[in-house]
């Protein structure tokens, strides 16, 4: 089958590879019809991890399954499935517990799995023709036949339950004010979970004209970081108290606030500068343990600069990791149904897959509008 491949730091190509196969009597085979790229995929583009060459990416998955084991009791050849990007056992100590991002079965040693992700465990990623779904009767989201919303679903594989997640880790409740640090797929996910969820005020910070058009085309107030610093922004519009509630929508790679240098703890400082004492904080931005690219050698450990004084002297609550999506995407995908939310608002490109190399590279480079590409592999 065609697939996308990992060649090395800012080289994918799209080859043939083997065809997954069921390999226990729990997996299904999934023919992908959308798999989106997503930020997280452009920290191994980039060679910022570990990851060696020959990786296929894609963990933004929706498809129709097309071959079933023997031990699969919920699915069947035909079904439209969404799956979540975490991969996950269903019965392991977290994942009973809802944290299915940290699954303790299916990557002995860390917690949490992932399609196509360096460290997340051996699983095959779905910018591809087919998908092999471990623990499926688990991992699949079914979804309405046909072809309608496909790009309203595919985004429950992540950025939609991940944006909302950070709702859930910053306990956005209705009425609050709530700011945004990133207007990425990732970050207006995050603000349009915070008005699901009934924020009467929204601010998205970032740089880029297109990112903050969109949250100001879904009713947010866009904050651009260059203009003036966006703490400030926030306070002058929350009668000097600031923002109730934050969310981490960029993660390390962060861009100082002044000039063009990357500073990985520049959002979560300005977090602690914008939110109001006692508020909390959600960071589904991601941060690593180990970074061959940090911008210097503590940051290479994993190791930033955080303003913990002023995080205990304000006494903000911080809440982190990768999302369990599954502990939301029934609910979401529901909205959806039911008209109530439409989040591929966010999709800015849809492609058919030999052409994910260009998109990959545009992408990385914020050009040209690209926000989400969603790759139609069997289109
Ligand atoms: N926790 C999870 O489960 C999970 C899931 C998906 C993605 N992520 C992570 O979420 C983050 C965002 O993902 P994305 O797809 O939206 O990425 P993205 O790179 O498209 O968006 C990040 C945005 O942040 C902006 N930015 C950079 N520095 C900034 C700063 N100092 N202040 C404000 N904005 C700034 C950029 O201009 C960009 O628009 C990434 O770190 C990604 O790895 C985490
Ligand atoms: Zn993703
Ligand atoms: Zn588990």
Redesign the pocket.
């Known amino acids: 089958m065609r697939a996308l491949v990992y060649r090395g730091p800012f080289d994918v190509s799209v080859d043939n590879v083997e065809d997954p196969r069921i390999e226990h009597p729990n997996d299904v085979i999934v023919k992908i019809t959308s798999s989106a790229i ?3 995929d ?2 191994m583009y980039e060679g910022r991890t570990a990851a060696e060459p020959g990786i296929v990416f894609g963990h933004e998955n929706l498809g129709t399954v097309t071959e079933t084991g023997s031990g699969v009791t919920s699915l069947r050849a035909g079904d439209r499935v969404v799956m979540p ?1 975490n991969v996950a056992c269903g019965f392991c100590k977290n994942c009973l517990a809802g944290n299915t ?1 940290f699954c303790l079965t299916v990557n002995p040693g860390f917690a949490g799995g992932a399609y196509g992700y360096v460290a997340m465990g051996p699983y095959k990623g779905g910018q591809a023709e087919y998908l092999r779904v471990p623990y499926a009767d688990f991992n699949c989201l079914k979804l309405p036949p046909g072809r309608e919303h496909e790009e309203d679903f595919v985004l429950l594989a ?2 939609f339950p ?1 944006g909302y ?1 950070g709702c859930e880790l910053a306990e956005v409740s209705p009425g609050e004010s709530v700011a945004v ?7 207006l996910m995050a603000a349009y979970s915070a008005q699901i969820r009934g924020a009467s005020k929204v601010f998205v ?4 004209p297109e ?1 903050l058009q969109k949250a100001r085309d879904i009713g947010a107030i866009p904050i651009d ?1 260059t203009q003036a610093d ?1 703490a400030e922004q926030v306070r002058d519009q929350t009668g000097g108290e600031g923002a109730d509630k934050g969310v981490d ?3 390390y ?5 002044t000039g063009q240098a990357e500073e990985p703890a ?2 979560l400082n ?1 977090l602690v500068e914008t939110v109001r004492a006692t508020g909390k904080v959600g960071v ?3 941060y690593v343990p180990n970074d061959p690219g940090g911008v210097n050698e503590a940051a290479k450990h994993g190791l930033l600069l955080l303003a913990i004084g002023k995080l205990f002297e304000k006494g903000l609550g911080f809440g982190t ?3 369990n999506v599954k502990h939301y995407n029934r609910q979401l995908r529901d909205l959806i149904v039911e008209g109530r939310a439409k989040p591929s608002f966010v999709v800015s490109h849809r492609l058919p897959l030999d052409q994910a190399p260009q998109a990959y590279d545009k992408f990385d480079k ?1 050009i040209e509008g690209y926000t989400k590409v969603v790759l139609q592999p069997a289109a």
């Open positions: 997503c930020g997280s452009l920290h990007f991002g992540d950025i991940t997640h640090f990133g207007a990425g797929p990732v970050g910070v970032d740089r880029v990112r970081f966006p929508a960029v993660g790679q962060a861009q100082a606030h520049t959002v300005a589904p931005g991601l990791g990768q999302a914020r």
